[in-house]
Structures are given as structure tokens and as C-alpha cells.
């Protein structure tokens, strides 16, 4: 793997302008995912899921380059139907459209350009990997006051061109004082055995909202990470939810720096399995001051040998007094055959916090299938009305009508 790194990195600086600072900045977490390697049960946080074990099984010859010089055309197939948004579209890795045609353009402001100074690299080698093999970075600020007046959809499309390959994406995003950035993330792969790789980095101001919705749901056998950073001052709020569907393998992580007084962060996560498909969600709440406010929610449901894990952390440091944090996950398990991980953890280092966890699962209860089959419905209608109560529960803290009603169609819950 190593030599097969150095010689894709190579071709990756021959081909790119990068400037001297940045070419040692990927050099040096080129040699870091090198010395790590992919992340392997070895390290606590990936026990439930070892990435290294993972991508040896599924992927043979595992390219880190992609050529992205070659453009790919753009099929409005694979975008969401019925809703006007601003969009970005990832097509095989490469942006081939960043388009915000709802918005006043002295609002936003889009750099390019590399992010040296934050240590995020820090948090594991995948992210290494991604500074290394990210070929285009570009930062987008919503400046001052300014609310998004149309949702952001970022796609990210892969096609049957693709194959083995190693795809690094990045985005930096900046919520200036009083700004709402409302985005959502919309995964369309046809390509088939890749490691797509994505880091996001948001910072957000004084009184400042961002709302994010991942939806995976296209059945594919591309492997995927997700890891977003987020930065919080006083009084912001992020909502972050996540539909965990359709890749083979994905996992989702959030760490949120809760940095600012009355600064919130809420997660809410629906995990959706069949056919041997394993995901996971990660999260870490960081209450670093006083009077912050955190709220998680994931339920999944598992059938056909599929496997879930889920892994909580609520944080709270000497000077978060006043501290409000709620953890749960449930899992309603359809078949023997399937597995559920669970990791709730509280480290709590004040006095005046109020804060909780929980976790459970099981099987679909079967007396509320016998009553619901003898008012007339049969045991799929009964089973799907069930399950579709137990993940409403999760959709209904979805705070945008629109974004709710897309996730309702997404996965087939008729009210």
C-alpha cells in the first residue's frame, strides 16, 4: 500500500499547482495515513467497524489517484425533484458545478484554496488521507446577516467509470454572525467497489444556524466515511440529521466543539439495513462552556444479516456549568441473524450539568402485530405500519417541513 500511495500522491502534485506550503502540509499527512494505515478494530472507536478489514475484503488494488482533468457531464436524473436549491455537484470526485442562482451573490463568497492551520488530522488517518489526495478545496462564507433564502444540495454522484478508487472530497464552510446555511447532502452512486472519502469543517459565528441532512439511500457497494467538525460560538445552533441506507458500508461522524454560552447541537439519525450492508454513526458533543445545550436521537432497523453500530459521547469540561445533554439510540432487530452495537458514554467534569444516555433494542412487539392483523391488516402492513411509527418518531425532529417530507418519500412512509 505504501509504495502504491507515494507513486498516486506523485502524480497528484505533478498534475496540481499547489504551492510549496501546501504540498508539505500533504506530504506530511501522507506520511501519517502511511504509518497508520486505514483505521483496524485495534483503536477503540472503530472496534464495532474495522475499515482496514474492510476495504482489504471488498476493494482489490486500491487506487488513491483519480484523475480529475477529465470532465464528467451532468445528468439532472440524479438530482431531487420538486425542490428549488442552490447546488454543488460532485461528479467521480471532481466539482462540475457550483451553482447558487437563488441567493444574492454579494452574500456568498466561495475561496480555493488549503486549510493548514486546523489539526484535524489529528482525530484519525482517514482524515490524513484526506488532506493527501483532496485535489480541490474550496471554502464557502455566508457572510453577515444573510440567510440562505433556498436549501444548498451538495451531490455527490459516482458512475460506472469508476472502479477502485480512492475519492477525497473537502469542504470548508464559514456561518459569519447571524447567518443560516440550510444543506443537504444527496448520495447517487452507480459506481461499484470505491472508498469515497468526505471531510467537511464548519465554523459558526455568534448567532448563527446551520441545518444538515444526509440521505443515502441508493443501493450500492461503494464504501463511504463522513466526518463533520463543527465549531460553535455563542448562541448557535446546528441540526445535523442523517439517513444511513444505501452504501455498503458507511460511516457517519459529527464532532461538535460547543465553544460559545447557549451554543446547541442536535442529532437525529434513522439507520435503515438489509443485505449484509454495515453502518455506523459517531458522535462527539464537546460542552467546553457554561449553558450549552445538546440533544441526540438515532433509531435503526436491521433485517438480512445487516449490522448497525452506534457510538455516543457527551463531553462536559470543568467550565460547562449548566450543562443539558440527552443521548438515545434504539434498534428494532428483524431477523436473528443481524447485530447491533451500541456505545453510550457521558465524561463529565462539572457539577451543575443535567445529562443522559440510554440504549435498546429488540424484536417488533408481537402483540401490537396480533391486534393490528386482527383489525384487518396483514402481517407485512402491520409489520410496516410498526416500524414506520418507531422511525417517525426520529423524522418528526426534522425542524424544515420540506427537508421532512423528502425524507418521508426517501424511504417510503406514507402518512
Known amino acids: 500500500m505504501e509504495q502504491r500511495a507515494r507513486t498516486d500522491f506523485d502524480k497528484i502534485v505533478k498534475n496540481s499547482n499547489f504551492s510549496k506550503n501546501d504540498i508539505d502540509f500533504k506530504i506530511k499527512n501522507l506520511n501519517n495515513f502511511i504509518k497508520n494505515g486505514f483505521p483496524n478494530k485495534k483503536q477503540e472507536t472503530w472496534k464495532f467497524s474495522d475499515l482496514n478489514q474492510i476495504i482489504s475484503k471488498n476493494i482489490l488494488n486500491l487506487s488513491f489517484y483519480n484523475d480529475i482533468s477529465v470532465t464528467n457531464k451532468i445528468d439532472s436524473s440524479n438530482f431531487i425533484d420538486g425542490l428549488e436549491h442552490n447546488k454543488i455537484v460532485f461528479i467521480n470526485g471532481r466539482i462540475e458545478k457550483i451553482d447558487f442562482k437563488y441567493e444574492e451573490k454579494n452574500k456568498i463568497k466561495i475561496t480555493d484554496g488549503i486549510n493548514t492551520k486546523n489539526n484535524l488530522e489529528e482525530i484519525n488517518s482517514i482524515i490524513s488521507l484526506n488532506n493527501a489526495f483532496t485535489n480541490k478545496h474550496y471554502k464557502i462564507i455566508v457572510k453577515k446577516n444573510y440567510s440562505l433564502k433556498k436549501p444548498l444540495v451538495i451531490y455527490s454522484i459516482t458512475d460506472q467509470k469508476l472502479n477502485s478508487k480512492n475519492i477525497s472530497l473537502r469542504l470548508d464552510f464559514l456561518l459569519e454572525e447571524n447567518s443560516f446555511l440550510k444543506l443537504i447532502d444527496f448520495f447517487s452512486d452507480t459506481a461499484e ?80 439495513l438489509n443485505k449484509k450492508k454495515h453502518h455506523e454513526i459517531k458522535t462527539n458533543i464537546n460542552h467546553l462552556k457554561e449553558s450549552t445545550k445538546s440533544y441526540q436521537l438515532i433509531k435503526s432497523v436491521l433485517e438480512n444479516n445487516s449490522k448497525a453500530v452506534y457510538q455516543g459521547k457527551i463531553y462536559v469540561n470543568h467550565e460547562a456549568q449548566k450543562t443539558d445533554g440527552y443521548q438515545l439510540s434504539k434498534a428494532v432487530l428483524l431477523n436473528e441473524n443481524v447485530e447491533f452495537n451500541a456505545k453510550p458514554e457521558l465524561e463529565i467534569y462539572a457539577d451543575d450539568v443535567k445529562c443522559s444516555h440510554g440504549s435498546a433494542s429488540g424484536s417488533l412487539n408481537k402483540n401490537s402485530i396480533f391486534y393490528l392483523m386482527s383489525r384487518g391488516l396483514n402481517y407485512t402492513q402491520a409489520k410496516d405500519l410498526l416500524l414506520n411509527g418507531f422511525l417517525l418518531d426520529v423524522i418528526e425532529k426534522i425542524t424544515e417541513n420540506e427537508i421532512k417530507n423528502l425524507v418521508k418519500s426517501s424511504i417510503g412512509i406514507k402518512e
Open 193 to 272: 467497489n470505491n472508498f469515497i472519502n468526505s471531510l467537511y469543517n464548519f465554523d459558526l459565528s455568534k448567532n448563527s444556524t446551520l441545518k444538515n441532512y444526509k440521505i443515502d439511500n441508493k443501493t450500492n457497494n461503494n464504501i463511504r466515511y463522513s466526518f463533520n467538525n463543527i465549531e460553535q460560538d455563542e448562541n448557535s445552533l446546528s441540526e445535523t440529521f442523517v439517513l444511513s441506507s444505501g452504501s455498503s458500508f458507511f460511516k457517519n461522524e459529527v464532532n461538535c466543539n460547543l465553544k460559545g454560552k447557549y451554543s446547541s447541537a442536535f442529532i437525529n439519525g434513522i439507520i435503515s
